[in-house]
């Protein structure tokens, strides 16, 4: 069996470094695999170290740019319930506080990076507090005892790769950077009399592999250029023995830091993927299962573009048609020349993009759209059916894949918001001030959240996620949603409000439409002059009012087919065209290239 881990026992810390070390070295293929897909997703012309080759149709930022839109734009939305009725106001306060927290922090920032990550390997996310320090390190967003949600770089992360899952592992941790002089001064740590300041390298100091920096600092990265010396450290999280070990990077063994884990108990580390492997720790990220297809998209791109710059065309003649050739050089367009020697004049082609590439090219960009889960609907590029019905349902299809990652991501934002929250109920020194609406009127108050003012045990307060909150919602659909619920709810049920008292404020409505349409001018147009006598009373209730519409209404449903075309149909006749020529081509399918999408 294994020695248990003794934190001063020199053996045991060698034993630690050791595994770390192999365990690094194991995901050393997955970051290059990463570095790789990073290189594709950044391009030719993003610093020294992107892609070596032109990146024309980049499929790669196109799946992230629409996946992260849909998972994450705003910060979550906690709403904290409690079994305990007597407990309702704290755990009002207590979602108050957590979201003054997750502003302050700027969690969706962090969460949009962490999504990134996982699109191409696996998302990182180390949440705790910042210790009582006499300086602030970390980011000139910690604040002292503030708890912190920071991404981690997998260039710079490493868990215990002998453990086929999460749960299992021996250990977690990462590495980053401080200033060596505080490291050296702060009481936080000991024996660092013989550190020295690690430089900013671009590549590994152990193992030479570039960083994801290199990608805009170039593979030297900025040895002498530093302002400060700094030092590299990892902290690895020991669950079995609820312990924090510091280590310096490419030092001797000893530890400069041991301290007990006393945060939540799942630990610092909050790990985002989206498709497990069985039996592998190491998930399966979209950015790996698109890699061949945008590969393969690019190269025959880059090949046709080739090809279309390298297409000429050589007028030639014979040696008895000399004068014809002057005369046709020297026209302007338009203009007729008499030809002596027809038969001795040719225009020769040669070169031009290959059909079939083209054909293949396009092929592959449909294949990659159906591969994602439908891209083009999800990323709002064109309708994909002939209408807006079929739409609703390809969409209800399409948002199947990305409701599965919506569902696991979601899953990852509570585990770190419940982290967040732990360190908000704990923290012995927070104090906040908060708004407080006193329920039935328009009242607000400003109460205390202090340690003195928190009721109950934090155990007894559920935490739960407004999953929407997060997504983005433009104006524009929220104008729809509130419209909707306009006329399927509250037209319909008009006289039932009206005889329960209730009012329709139309100035309201008009107010909000013209905030979500941007256009101020519609306040102008309607102006409310205020009530008749008689007409408040009717509106009051204490009079019945009438309802009043016209006696008869007639409506009348016209059905109109208009012919549209979607992205793929398109697709599918430039490619009959280009494999069979456009003799072959039914006129249909050829007005379809040029009809308008929609």
Not at 116 to 134: H, N, Q, R, T, Y
Not at 211 to 235: H, K, M, N, T, V
Not at 497 to 515: K, N, W
Not at 573 to 585: E, K, Y
Request: glycine share 8%.
């Amino acid at each position: 069996g294994t020695m248990p881990f003794e934190p001063d026992d020199r053996t045991s810390m060698k034993r630690l470094r050791d595994a770390v070390t192999a365990s690094r070295s194991k995901l050393k293929p997955f970051r290059e695999e990463r570095m790789d897909a990073l290189r594709q997703y950044v391009g030719k012309h993003y610093g020294d170290e992107g892609a070596q080759d032109r990146v024309p149709v980049n499929l790669l930022e196109q799946m992230v740019s629409i996946y992260s839109r849909h998972l994450a734009a705003n910060n979550p939305r906690v709403l904290v319930t409690s079994k305990f009725e007597m407990l309702g106001p704290t755990a009002a306060e207590f979602a108050q506080a957590v979201n003054v927290l997750m502003q302050e922090i700027e969690l969706a920032h962090s969460l949009r990076q962490v999504i990134v990550d996982a699109l191409f390997c696996i998302g990182v996310l180390k949440v705790g507090v910042s210790p009582e320090m006499e300086v602030e390190v970390g980011g000139f967003l910690h604040d002292v005892g503030q708890p912190f949600a920071d991404p981690i770089s997998f260039d710079d992360f490493v868990f215990d790769m002998c453990s086929t899952r999460l749960d299992q592992c021996d250990f977690i941790g990462n590495r980053y950077r401080l200033p060596l002089d505080y490291v050296k001064e702060s009481s936080l740590y000991v024996g660092t009399e013989t550190l020295a300041a690690t430089p900013k390298l671009t590549t590994d100091q152990v193992s030479g592999e570039p960083r994801s920096q290199a990608l805009s600092l170039g593979e030297s990265g900025i040895d002498a250029d530093e302002y400060r010396d700094y030092i590299e450290l990892w902290d690895i999280w020991l669950p079995e023995q609820n312990l924090v070990v510091t280590l310096p990077d490419d030092e001797p063994p000893d530890a400069i830091r041991i301290v007990e884990w006393d945060g939540p108990e799942q630990g610092p580390y909050h790990l985002l993927s989206f498709a497990d492997v069985p039996g592998n720790i190491i998930p399966l990220a979209p950015a790996m299962v698109a890699m061949d297809l945008h590969d393969f998209v690019n190269r025959i791109y880059r090949k046709v573009f080739r090809q279309a710059e390298r297409q000429k065309e050589v007028p030639t003649f014979a040696g008895n048609a000399e004068k014809d050739a002057q005369r046709v050089v020297e026209a302007s367009d338009g203009k007729m020349v008499r030809l002596d020697h027809a038969d001795g004049f040719k225009v020769h082609r040669f070169g031009g993009a290959d059909q079939v590439g083209m054909a293949a090219g396009i092929h592959a960009k449909d294949v990659f759209n159906d591969l994602m889960g439908n891209l083009s609907l999800l990323g709002g590029l064109g309708p994909q059916s002939g209408t807006l019905g079929q739409d609703e349902l390809l969409n209800a299809n399409a948002s199947k894949k990305i409701a599965d990652m919506q569902d696991r991501f979601v899953t990852f934002t509570k585990g770190v918001v419940q982290a967040l929250a732990w360190y908000e109920w704990t923290e012995p020194l927070r104090e906040r001030q908060l708004t407080k609406i006193v329920p039935g009127t328009d009242i607000s108050l400003s109460v205390l959240w202090s340690p003195e003012t928190r009721e109950g045990d934090f155990i007894q307060y559920d935490l739960n996620i407004e999953p929407y909150s997060m997504q983005h919602s433009s104006p524009g659909t929220r104008l729809n949603t509130l419209l909707n619920i306009f006329q399927t709810v509250i037209v319909p049920s008009l006289p039932m409000l009206q005889q329960q008292g209730g009012v329709l404020d139309m100035q309201t409505l008009l107010d909000l439409i013209s905030e979500y349409t941007n256009i101020p001018e519609l306040r102008d147009i309607v102006q409310f002059q205020g009530l008749m006598e008689d007409e408040q009373v009717g509106m009051t209730g204490s009079a019945t009012p009438e309802l009043r519409q016209s006696p008869s209404t007639t409506r009348t449903n016209v059905r109109v087919n208009r012919p549209g075309a979607t992205a793929s149909g398109k697709d599918e006749a430039l490619m009959q065209r280009l494999l069979s020529g456009a003799g072959s081509v039914q006129p249909d399918q050829a007005a379809t290239l040029t009809r308008g999408v929609g």
